[in-house]
């Protein structure tokens, strides 16, 4: 991603919409292409 100078956000909304309705990466990534990684959704 930086290499690439790809500028990427996962935005709050979309983490309360993963907690509500859980996705695959694969079809996660199909909508919004970035990586997801333990962040400040998660306990």
């Known amino acids: 991603m930086d290499e690439n100078k790809i500028d990427y956000q996962i935005l709050p909304a ?9 996705l695959d990466l694969i079809g996660w990534n199909y909508y919004r292409p970035c990586y ?8």
């Open 14 to 22: 979309d983490l309360e919409f993963l907690k509500k309705y859980p």
């Open 36 to 43: 997801i990684t333990k962040g400040d959704y998660q306990k």
